[in-house]
């Protein structure tokens, strides 16, 4: 195993061990909200409007069906770390997916058979007569 290799296989373990140190998941986006309601002479009528909120509602797709809920003020903090928690899922499982292309790239040079082609020269070769 080439120096090269024993690196990707180092960081692979870090990420797995990184993985484990997670903690709940959640996808999606947050977002806050204001909204309008429908009584008559309500401060979100006047002029200018103070609209009632914010309310803070999360968007996710799972098992190709987007999903809209909203969260609690009691809930929000848990939910914002939870979300940031998948943020790294993601960017670590892509490391690791990089990680592995090279290390498969790496496996197959070094398996391989055939010599490596040289570099083609520059200077044309004489016709022969």
Not at 32 to 44: A, I, K, L, S
Not at 86 to 93: G, H, I, P, T
Not at 103 to 122: G, I, T, Y
Request: net charge positive; hydrophobic share 30%.
């Amino acid at each position: 195993m080439s120096n090269s290799q024993a690196a990707i296989q180092r960081r692979i373990e870090q990420i797995k061990a990184e993985l484990a140190q997670l903690g709940p998941l959640r996808p999606g986006h947050l977002s806050q909200q204001y909204n309008v309601c429908g009584t008559p002479g309500c401060r979100c009528k006047a002029t200018p409007p103070r609209k009632h909120g914010p309310y803070y509602q999360l968007s996710y797709t799972c098992q190709p069906k987007t999903h809209s809920e909203f969260v609690r003020l009691e809930n929000l903090a848990a939910v914002r770390q939870q979300l940031t928690n998948y943020q790294r899922l993601r960017a670590l499982v892509d490391e690791w997916i990089g990680l592995a292309l090279n290390a498969a790239q790496l496996q197959r040079q070094s398996d391989s058979p055939w010599p490596k082609p040289r570099p083609k020269s520059r200077i044309p070769r004489k016709a022969a007569p």
